[in-house]
């Protein structure tokens, strides 16, 4: 079956270092991945997604690369804000209809 | 624009009672879903609409949970006899589908606890 393992939060960095979420997935075909982020008090976002194998998708900084080799799709940016802070979740979907979400990376970026 | 809207916000139910869960979705939007969200975990499936055909609703935990979506634009959740099992948020979102895109937008949730 198809399902999204993401690291245990919570994560705490310093302004500007840099961030890593990995996140593997087990799929059955051939699936797309994504990236959604939920600030506090909002709900889920699409941050990026990437459709096929060595795509690289990219958003506000932040940037993930579908790697099939390893079924993984970890999450990167080279100097978090504060305004990063956040709860991260992988995702895929075979065929856009179903998706399957990881638990969630909650992010803290201190000052 | 207005973006998706969920009501109510915040849901205390007894066990056993009925609860009905509504979702505004984007205007335009043809594909709906539902997900439920327990406590620090990400969102599970519940259901799928294209339009008002429900096409995929086999993350339903069971028979007491109902969705519809009778004109293709607001749907319902429904869930009977409700028990402390079924208490989570309880997230709509929508997309354009196929033809037009397949991002999801996500509405705030309702967060539904049963005591």
């Known amino acids: 079956g198809n399902s999204v393992t993401q690291m245990e939060g919570p994560v705490t960095l310093s302004e500007e270092a840099f961030l890593t979420i990995n996140c593997t997935y087990t799929a059955t075909g051939y699936p797309s991945l994504f990236w959604y982020v939920q600030y506090p008090g909002e709900g889920l976002q699409l941050l990026l997604k990437a459709t096929k194998a060595d795509d690289k998708g990219s958003n506000k900084g932040f940037e993930a690369t579908y790697r099939k080799e390893t079924t993984s799709f970890h999450l990167e940016k080279g100097s978090v804000q504060v305004s990063d802070s956040a709860v991260y979740f992988c995702?895929?979907?075979?065929?856009?209809?179903?998706?399957?979400f990881g638990s969630g990376t909650k992010l803290n970026v201190k000052p | 624009g207005a973006g998706v809207s969920q009501s109510p916000r915040y849901k205390v139910a007894k066990r056993g009672q009925d609860v009905a869960l509504r979702c505004d979705p984007i205007?335009?939007?043809?594909?709906l879903f539902w997900y439920q969200q327990a406590l620090g975990q990400g969102p599970e499936f519940l259901t799928y609409?294209?339009?008002?055909?429900?096409?995929?609703k086999s993350g339903l935990p069971s028979d007491r949970f109902f969705a519809e979506r009778p004109e293709g634009s607001v749907s319902t959740l429904k869930i009977q006899r409700t028990q402390q099992e079924d208490s989570a948020v309880y997230l709509c979102?929508?997309?354009?589908?196929?033809?037009?895109?397949?991002?999801?937008?996500f509405g705030p949730g309702t967060r539904l606890t049963v005591t």
């Open positions: 609409f294209q339009n008002e055909a429900q096409l995929d």
């Open positions: 995702a895929l979907s075979e065929n856009f209809n179903k998706f399957y």
């Open positions: 979102a929508s997309s354009l589908g196929l033809a037009g895109g397949y991002e999801q937008y």
């Open positions: 205007s335009g939007h043809v594909s």
